[in-house]
């Protein structure tokens, strides 16, 4: 069990002195040695864990511990539900320490690891506790699987840990090139990237007692965290000649794109499922997972959410009109859509998204006549890997503009700040000639798979992966401030492509949706001119590249350590994706800075809590989110009559630059890792 209190402990491994009782039938008959073997390490910290009266916990039991687990079905989700709310109704520290270790060895690992990271998001006690990558307690959910064969081998033939190499995953292993859309693999299969995801939905759960998903905004996050994916995705997907993705909007044709994961499941020794090219969804009955729905269910709640669109307003379960305004409609139609236990009404409007993954998920045994397990579309750990991910989420976003279609355009007024103008704008990558060109080019880094496998012998092996990166850059302006007294603004940086898949120019309804937030935070506005500066590292979007990969090579004998100190909050797009690809010559961005009226957008809340350093996406933990702008602003609507292009929807207080994204196609290692010494 993983729960290292806090991060003074560096990377000290902690014993756990576990009640016999608390032990499976098996590993009561294992010899001592093998289960506590972790307390022969020199300078182990030793943790009794206390015999209480256990809750009860047979609800839980009900899932079968080899079975997969998926937070899409809702039989799945009702236990884990039930879990969470016993880890979080444990009165004490120790109390709760103890119900998990019972749980960790009677129920579903996939389950009690979603529960229980819940509960530990969650609780007051543990606010601090770290919670380690799932890519190394699950490693059979982000690597392929003939790698821990591989593994083992290593394991058994090089003792010594200090002298194991690390496996190179290959760069291209679910497709070969005769698949255009593997074009795009590096993004869909980022460690990282699914990290996020995974993260994300631990932190906005939408079925979990009520205090846990009642949180700000969170059905708004929803829609505009999986819009900017898309925003991002498309803008890959342009990097690499791609057209932009297409909505899945008919649920009875034949789905062109086929995934086949190569994933191994470690826990019920299966392989996941793939999904061939042109597989057609089907009305799903599954007995043994307890659902069943048809195709025919999504299309009708789809159709009621439009109508709700269309006429303003959803009806709530009491038949209460409940208006979709400007400021609340699209964090109600988030909870619908989704949907979430605060949906106002699930009788009416469904589960439509929820269960789109799982049509998808079940495509290829929709009645279970094969026994087949879900596919990576049914967990949020791994749906991000396939393509079809965002062609379905393709089609939820529209739903989601379709909303914002019908609010009135922003006024100048609402748009500009006046007496506030920004001069100029360019970005420098530090060695490059010129300014405004952004660079990329492959990284490798490494990733302990000693977590999640048991290793006989033990110790450290490491899987060495290859992501892309760029050169970290920094954006420059110059603001004026034309109005006596000091005042405060709010930064907003975003990019988009400036040209769409024919080389035009986009016009400005189309490339709003394309906008992908960079960046965003207050400066103050003293003067009557200042330039400001501002590093591509410290983007209100991103998590740090070293707590993506926090721990990843913690047991190296250097450089280790001192990542630990990081707190570790792990929702946040990685740093390392920051920006797309881009192509050889360069692809042509837009980049656009608008400074808004801080006192206007302003939340008044302590912003030193934990976890706030990627607030765009995932909000600020425990706190409101710090926006009072709708989410995507300014771009979250069409414009005025008249505005056609990005220059046209202009106002002082904005500025568009030109910029191109080059790609370097190079594999380079981690700046400041000594490679070779880690070899022996
Ligand atoms: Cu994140 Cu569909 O919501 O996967």
Request: hydrophobic share 35%; glycine share 6%.
């Amino acid at each position: 069990i993983f729960f290292i209190k806090n991060s003074d402990k560096g990377n000290k491994q902690v014993f756990f002195d576990v009640p016999q009782e608390y032990l499976t039938e098996r590993q009561q008959k294992l010899p001592q040695p093998v289960i506590n073997r972790f307390g022969e390490e020199a300078g182990a910290e030793r943790i009794q864990v206390r015999k209480i009266n256990l809750p009860d916990l047979s609800e839980p039991g009900r899932l079968d511990r080899r079975a997969q687990f998926s937070l899409f079905l809702p039989e799945h989700r009702k236990l884990a539900g039930r879990l969470i709310q016993i880890f979080m109704g444990m009165r004490t520290l120790d109390d709760f320490l103890s119900a998990a270790v019972y749980a960790r060895s009677h129920l579903n690992p996939y389950m009690f690891v979603y529960a229980y990271s819940v509960a530990l998001l969650h609780r007051d006690d543990t606010r601090n506790a770290h919670l380690p990558p799932l890519a190394e307690l699950f490693p059979e959910k982000y690597v392929n699987g003939d790698l821990f064969a591989r593994a083992r081998e290593e394991a058994n033939t090089v003792i010594n840990p200090e002298q194991r190499v690390p496996l190179v995953i290959p760069k291209d292993y679910t497709a070969s090139d005769l698949e255009d859309e593997h074009k795009v693999a590096y993004f869909r299969e980022d460690l990282g990237i699914n990290l996020h995801h995974w993260h994300w939905h631990l932190v906005y759960p939408f079925d979990a007692p009520r205090e846990i998903v009642d949180k700000d905004r969170r059905g708004e996050l929803f829609y505009y965290m999986h819009q900017q994916v898309l925003a991002r995705y498309n803008m890959e997907r342009f990097s690499n000649g791609m057209q932009r993705t297409k909505r899945l909007l008919n649920l009875r044709e034949p789905i062109p794109e086929g995934y086949f994961p190569k994933l191994d499941s470690l826990v019920s020794s299966r392989v996941w499922p793939a999904r061939t090219a042109n597989t057609k969804l089907s009305d799903i009955a599954r007995e043994s997972d307890q659902i069943q729905f048809d195709l025919q269910d999504i299309e009708r709640w789809r159709d009621r959410i439009y109508e709700a669109i269309h006429t303003g307003a959803v009806v709530d379960a009491n038949g209460g009109r409940v208006p979709l305004t400007e400021n609340e409609g699209v964090n109600i139609l988030g909870n619908i859509i989704e949907s979430s236990i605060l949906s106002p009404n699930r009788a009416l409007y469904g589960d439509m998204h929820n269960f789109g993954h799982i049509a998808i998920a079940f495509s290829h045994d929709p009645d279970n006549r094969h026994l087949e397990s879900f596919g990576v579309m049914g967990d949020s750990t791994t749906a991000m890997r396939d393509p079809v991910f965002y062609r379905w989420h393709a089609f939820v976003d529209d739903i989601f503009q379709e909303h914002k279609r019908t609010l009135p355009p922003y006024t100048q007024q609402q748009l500009d700040f006046p007496g506030v103008r920004v001069k100029n704008l360019e970005v420098r990558t530090a060695g490059a000639g010129n300014p405004n060109q952004l660079f990329t080019f492959w990284q490798q880094n490494d990733m302990d798979l000693s977590r999640g496998l048991d290793f006989t012998p033990r110790g450290s092996i490491f899987a060495r992966f290859t992501h892309l990166q760029h050169r970290p850059f920094t954006y420059r302006f110059t603001v004026e401030n034309n109005l006596p007294g000091q005042r405060e603004g709010y930064v907003r940086i975003f990019m988009a492509p400036k040209f769409d898949e024919r080389g035009a120019p986009m016009q400005f309804r189309d490339q709003r949706v394309f906008m992908v937030e960079l960046d965003k935070f207050p400066i103050n506005l003293s003067q009557r001119s200042q330039n400001v500066e501002r590093r591509s590292t410290m983007s209100s979007v991103t998590i740090p590249f070293e707590r993506t990969f926090r721990n990843l090579d913690a047991n190296r004998p250097q450089g280790g350590a001192q990542l630990e100190q990081f707190n570790f909050c792990g929702c946040g797009w990685p740093q390392h994706m920051l920006i797309p690809k881009g192509t050889a010559q360069g692809l042509p961005v837009q980049l656009f800075v608008m400074i808004t009226d801080y006192s206007k957008d302003r939340v008044d809340q302590p912003l030193d809590g934990m976890c706030n350093d990627a607030a765009s996406y995932c909000g600020v933990r425990g706190q409101r989110y710090p926006d009072r702008r709708p989410m995507g602003f300014p771009f979250d609507r069409n414009g005025r009559q008249g505005v056609d292009s990005l220059r046209s929807f202009l106002t002082g207080n904005m500025f568009v630059q030109d910029v191109l994204v080059k790609f370097q196609d190079k594999i380079e290692a981690p700046a400041g890792r000594n490679v070779t010494a880690f070899r022996g």
